[in-house]
T-cell receptor, first 112, second 115 residues
Framework: ETGVTQSPTHLIKTRGQQVTLRCSSQ?????VSWYQQALGQGPQFIFQ???????GRGNFPPRFSGLQFPNYSSELNVNALELDDSALYLC???????????FGPGTRLTVL | TQLLEQSPQFLSIQEGENLTVYCNSS?????LQWYRQEPGEGPVLLVT?????EVKKLKRLTFQFGDARKDSSLHITAAQPGDTGLYLC???????????????FGQGTILTVHP
């Protein structure tokens, strides 16, 4: 059984650019959640995808968008990058009804 | 606004000492989870507490959920250098099968245990 994987590991972008981060869920998991973790802070919930539809969103603007694919892998897209978007982006997968979600190692995004 | 306040933010202790980390909120949570995160990795679930007043023990770690389900604590007995890491509490609000994936995290407690 493979765990949650994320790519790329690190990414450097400049302000105003767009970025796509990828997440491959753990086998059999149909729900994926994305979190933003700023340095020295706890993760903040961005949104969740279930059955390829957005299923809840945190306090993040529309320039944060996502996709979930039939194989349950997922993408996080961020448009018009701002300096404050610099953070570790974590995805977590779970199976509906289970109390355990499994986090990937994250993608470290730096916006210059 | 941080819905879950963790204290202390930093904890530096010697091997063998005991410690307690607190997680407080003015909101009621359906359940509360504790995670441990190491550098370069995602958080790893340690425990889920669901019932007010619940106490769970995992070897040297004791977790407690407050009676009103607004606060929780993590107590570590005889800390070891391997316990070093970032400890996060996370609350779930609401019900439903997908609600476990919509967590509110505290800001974390960085624990360093010196040999």
């Amino acid at each position: 059984e493979t765990g949650v994987t994320q790519s790329p590991t690190h990414l450097i972008k400049t302000r105003g650019q767009q970025v796509t981060l990828r997440c491959s869920s753990q086998s059999g998991h149909n729900t994926v959640s994305w979190y933003q973790q700023a340095l020295g802070q706890g993760p903040q919930f961005i949104f969740q995808y279930y059955r390829e539809e957005e299923n809840g969103r945190g306090n993040f603007p529309p320039r944060f968008s996502g996709l979930q694919f039939p194989n349950y892998s997922s993408e996080l897209n961020v448009n018009a990058l701002e300096l404050d978007d610099s953070a570790l982006y974590l995805c977590a997968s779970s199976f509906t009804g289970a109390d355990t979600q499994y986090f990937g190692p994250g993608t470290r995004l730096t916006v210059l | 606004t941080q819905l879950l306040e963790q204290s202390p933010q930093f904890l530096s202790i010697q091997e063998g000492e005991n410690l307690t980390v607190y997680c407080n909120s003015s909101s009621v949570f359906s359940s509360l989870q504790w995670y441990r995160q190491e550098p370069g990795e995602g958080p790893v679930l340690l425990v889920t507490v669901v019932t007010g007043g619940e106490v769970k023990k995992l070897k040297r770690l004791t977790f407690q959920f407050g009676d009103a389900r607004k606060d929780s604590s993590l107590h570590i007995t005889a800390a070891q250098p391997g316990d070093t890491g970032l400890y996060l509490c996370a609350g779930r609000r609401g019900a439903g099968g997908t609600s476990y994936g919509k967590l509110t995290f505290g800001q974390g407690t960085i624990l360093t245990v010196h040999p």
